[in-house]
C-alpha cells in the first residue's frame, strides 16, 4: 500500500489519514446493460451455504446480488470466503482512504465483486453478501502483488510486486497496451497541455505515461503516470494515478457542505457541526493538485468574506492556510494522499461571539432562579375551607378569581397557596365528603392532577402553577347544578369564554380510528408501512388539534383510552404545564400520547404500533436498536453513505414489485448521510433515530432523500 510523495513511494502506513472519511466513490449500476457484467450465482459459496432467494436481486438474466446463509461467525465466514475467492482466481483489494471492517472489494479481470459479511444475530451465524462491482477503469494487477489499492472509479492503482524492477516493467509494457492504454508521447501531450513534462525522472526508479484506447468500451480516461521503484527488498513498488499535467487547474465549487465551501467533485468527504457550531470540521479528498486547492478556498472564502490571515506555510506536498471572519477563525491543512490532495478545514467561533450566548444563558439561569424564588414565596400555610360556600366541592379560603358554571360542571380559581399545599387540601376535603380519589398524578412543585368519584359523577382536578399564583381548574359531573346563574363568582362567562368554555365537556368522535374528540378544529390520520399481500401497517397515527384546555384534553384520553383498555406507564409519564408525554401498552401493541399548545389549543399526537405486523415483515428492530430502511423511487442506482459506510440500493427497490431494500442496524442517534445519485448533486443531511423503532430514507428521482417513521 503506498501514499505517493514527489520522486518517491512510501509505506501508505506512514500516511494514513488521521480520520476515517466516507468514501463517496460508489459501484456501478446494477441494472446497466453490460454484457461483462458479473452474474454473482456463478460464484463458489461456502460449505453449508443456504441462499435467501427473497433477497436475490437480478436484472435480465442476470443475479447482481445474491445473500447466503452459513453456520460459521462473521469472522470466520469473512476469512473463508476471501480465501475461497482467492482459489478461484479473484484479486483482493482496497479503496484509498477507506476504512470498511465487513465488505471486502475484489477484481478478476474487468469484472468487480464487493463481498459483505456483516455481524449475525446469533454468534455462529452470519450472512454473506456477493455485491457485483463493474470496474469502469482498467489496470492490470501484477501476478502476486501485495498492499493493493485500487479504484475501480477512476485509474488508481498502488501495490508491491513480488518481482524484480526489470520483470514488473515489461510486465506493464504488456499487459498496459492489452488493456487498452498505449505510450504517450511528449509532442501529443504538449499540443493537449502544454505544461506537460514527461521526461522527470526519480531515484531508482522509472516514469512511464499512458493515453487510453477509448474504443474498448471504457469509460474516457485521463492520461496516466506509472511509476515503479525498486525496493530493498528485490520488490518492485507500484503506482498509477492521473498525470499531475492533466489534473484540473480550476475547481469548481459544489453544494456546500457545514455552511463550509465544498468541491463540485469529490472523492471522499466527513464533516461535522453547522454555522451556528462553535467548531466545525471539513474532511475533503480531491484528485488534484495542492495550488489549485489554494486557489478554490481562497477564492471561495474571499466570496464568502473571510480574509486571509498571516501564517500560512506552502510545499510541494503540504500547506497550511488561516482564515478569520466577523465572527470565526479557521485553519485549512493541505496534504497529498494517494493521487488526492486532502483538506483539513476547522473553525472555531472568536472568543467575542462566544459571549454573547454566555450572557444570555447567564440571564436565562437568573430568570430561572426567580421563577424558583416565585415558586419558594408560594405559602404552604395550612388551609381552611371558605365558609358559606355554595359550589359542589370545597374551596380554599384564599381562593381568587373564582368562575363557576354549574350547566356544564366547571370550576377555575387562584391561589397564592403551593401545588402541594392545594393536592392535599382537595385529597383530604374530597374524601370527608365522600368522594373516592382515583389516579393522580402530581409533580410539585409544578403541576398536580386528580380524579374523584362519587356513584356516578366524577370530578377532575388540575392545579398548575403559573407564575406568582396556582390556577385551579375542576370540571366533571360532580359540578353539574341545575338552574345556576351566571356571575363573577357563580355563573357562566360570555362571549368567546363561553366558547372555550363549552368544548371542556369534550365528547368523543364515534367515526374516528382513535379517540378524539369531536370538537376538534382539524384532525389527521396516516399509516406507514404495510404487509405485502395484505391491507395491515405497522404504525398508525392521528394528529389533531383541539380548542380546549391542556387539561381537559389529558382528562379525555385518560377516560375514553382506558375504556379501550390501554394500560398506561406511569413511570414514563411527562406531565407539565404546556407539554404531556404518556406511553400505554395495548392490547395491539405500544402507544404514545402527546399534548403539547399551540395558538390557543391543545394539539395532539396519538401513535399506536403493531409489532406482529412489523415482525411479519421483517421491521422489527433489535431492543433499544433502531432500524433503517433504504429504498429508491427513481430509475438509476443510487448509493447512501452513513455510518461510515456506503450502501447500494437498486433502481426502485422498497416498490411493491421490487426486491427487499437495504435495511440497517444502528444505534438510536443522529447521523449525517449523503445519497448520490447519476446525474444529480450529492445530496447531505442528517437523519435521528430513535431506539425500537424502524425508519426509511426514500430516494425520488430528484436524488434527495425523505424521511420517515415506519414503526
Known amino acids: 500500500m503506498f501514499g505517493t510523495t514527489r520522486g518517491m513511494l512510501l509505506p501508505a502506513r506512514k500516511h494514513l489519514f488521521a480520520v476515517t472519511l ?26 453449508g451455504a443456504v441462499e435467501q432467494t427473497a433477497l436475490t436481486m437480478t436484472y435480465l438474466t442476470k443475479a447482481y446480488q445474491v445473500t447466503y446463509d452459513v453456520p460459521a461467525g462473521f469472522g470466520v ?173 480550476t475547481i469548481e465549487a459544489g453544494d456546500d457542505v457545514a455552511d463550509l465551501p465544498m468541491p463540485k467533485k469529490v472523492m471522499a468527504a466527513r464533516s461535522s457541526g453547522d454555522s ?22 481562497r477564492r471561495e472564502l474571499a466570496a464568502r468574506n473571510w480574509t486571509e490571515t498571516s501564517g500560512a506555510v506552502v510545499s510541494a506536498d503540504n500547506a497550511m492556510l488561516n ?27 472568536k472568543e467575542s461571539v462566544l459571549a454573547a450566548p454566555a450572557k444570555a444563558k447567564k440571564e436565562a439561569e437568573a430568570a430561572q432562579a426567580a421563577k424558583v424564588a416565585q415558586a419558594a414565596n408560594l405559602s404552604d400555610a395550612p388551609l381552611q375551607a371558605l365558609a358559606d360556600n355554595s359550589k359542589p366541592v370545597p374551596l380554599p379560603e384564599n381562593a381568587e378569581k373564582m368562575e363557576f358554571d354549574g350547566d356544564i360542571g366547571r370550576l ?5 397557596s403551593s401545588v402541594r399545599l392545594l393536592a392535599a387540601f382537595y385529597s383530604s376535603s374530597m374524601k370527608s365528603q365522600g368522594w373516592k380519589e382515583g389516579h393522580s398524578v402530581i409533580h410539585p412543585p409544578m403541576m398536580a392532577m386528580m380524579e374523584f368519584s362519587k356513584g356516578a359523577k366524577s370530578i377532575s382536578f388540575t392545579v398548575m402553577r403559573m407564575g406568582l399564583k396556582v ?75 383541539i380548542p380546549a384546555e391542556l387539561s381537559a384534553v389529558l382528562a379525555f384520553y385518560r377516560r375514553e383510552l382506558g375504556k379501550r383498555e390501554w394500560k398506561e406507564l406511569a413511570e414514563r409519564a411527562v406531565v407539565k404545564a404546556d407539554r404531556v408525554e404518556l406511553a400505554y401498552t395495548s ?40 432500524r433503517l430502511m433504504l429504498g429508491n423511487l427513481g430509475g438509476s442506482e443510487a ?48 437523519i435521528e433515530v430513535t431506539a425500537d423503532d424502524a425508519w426509511a430514507l426514500i430516494i425520488p428521482p430528484s436524488g434527495e432523500a425523505l424521511s420517515l417513521q415506519m414503526y
Not at 184 to 206: C, F, M, Y
Not at 276 to 297: K, T
Not at 323 to 349: G, I, K
Not at 601 to 626: F, H, I, N
Request: include cysteine.
Open 323 to 349: 482564515f478569520s471572519s466577523a465572527e470565526q477563525t479557521a485553519t485549512l491543512d493541505f496534504s497529498r494522499r494517494y493521487d488526492l490532495t486532502v483538506v483539513n478545514f476547522v473553525t472555531h467561533m
Open 276 to 297: 451556528n457550531s462553535v467548531r466545525r470540521e471539513l474532511d475533503v479528498g480531491v484528485v488534484a493538485e495542492i495550488p489549485a486547492m489554494l486557489a478554490f478556498y
Open 77 to 249: 465466514a469473512a476469512a473463508a470466503a476471501t480465501q475461497l475467492l482467492a482459489a478461484d482466481g479473484w484479486v483482493q483489494y482496497a479503496r484509498p482512504l477507506e476504512n470498511d471492517k465487513f465488505s471486502s472489494k475484489f477484481k478478476k479481470g474487468r469484472q468487480g465483486l464487493v463481498v459483505s459479511v456483516p455481524p449475525g444475530k446469533q454468534p455462529n451465524q452470519s450472512s454473506v453478501i456477493y455485491s457485483a462491482n463493474t470496474a469502469h477503469v482498467n489496470v492490470p494487477f501484477p501476478p502476486d502483488a501485495t498492499d493493493i489499492l485500487f479504484d475501480e472509479w477512476r485509474p488508481y492503482l498502488g501495490c508491491i510486486a513480488p518481482t524484480t524492477f526489470d520483470a514488473t516493467l515489461a510486465f506493464f509494457r504488456k499487459e498496459m497496451e492489452a488493456s487498452g492504454w498505449k505510450p504517450l508521447k511528449a509532442a501529443d501531450a504538449a499540443e493537449r497541455w502544454p505544461n506537460a513534462q514527461l521526461s522527470e525522472t526519480i531515484e531508482n526508479g522509472v516514469r512511464v505515461y499512458y493515453s487510453h484506447d477509448f474504443d474498448n468500451g471504457f469509460h474516457r480516461q485521463p492520461p496516466v503516470m506509472l511509476t515503479l521503484q525498486r525496493r530493498d527488498d528485490g520488490r518492485t513498488g507500484v503506482e498509477i494515478r492521473v498525470a499531475p499535467f492533466a489534473m484540473p487547474e
Open 471 to 545: 390556577s385551579v381548574t375542576a370540571y366533571g359531573s360532580g359540578l353539574e347544578m341545575a338552574n345556576a346563574k351566571p356571575g363573577a363568582a357563580g355563573g357562566r362567562a360570555t362571549g368567546g369564554a363561553a366558547t372555550k368554555a363549552a368544548v371542556q365537556d369534550l365528547e368523543n368522535d364515534p367515526d374516528a380510528p382513535f379517540p378524539v374528540p369531536k370538537q376538534h378544529s382539524a384532525m389527521n390520520t396516516s399509516a406507514s408501512g404495510k404487509l405485502p399481500g395484505s391491507n395491515a401497517v405497522y404504525r398508525r397515527q392521528l394528529d389533531a388539534s
Open 412 to 416: 377555575t380559581f387562584e391561589s397564592s
Open 22 to 47: 466516507a468514501v463517496i466513490a460508489i459501484s456501478p449500476l446494477a441494472a446497466s446493460a453490460d454484457p461483462a457484467m458479473l452474474d454473482v450465482r456463478t460464484l463458489p459459496r461456502l460449505e
Open 639 to 686: 448509493a447512501v453513505t452513513i455510518n461510515k459506510q456506503t450502501i447500494k440500493v437498486a433502481a426502485g427497490a422498497g416498490g411493491l414489485q421490487s426486491p427487499r431494500p437495504p435495511v440497517l442496524e444502528l444505534a438510536p442517534g443522529k447521523y449525517r448521510y449523503s445519497v448520490k445519485v447519476a446525474g444529480h448533486a450529492t445530496r447531505n443531511d442528517t
Open 587 to 626: 392490547p395491539d401493541g405500544p402507544a404514545l400520547l402527546k399534548l403539547g399548545r399551540s395558538e390557543d389549543e391543545t394539539s395532539v399526537s396519538l401513535v399506536q404500533k403493531y409489532p406482529d405486523v412489523a415482525a411479519k415483515a421483517d421491521m422489527m428492530p433489535r431492543p433499544g436498536q433502531a
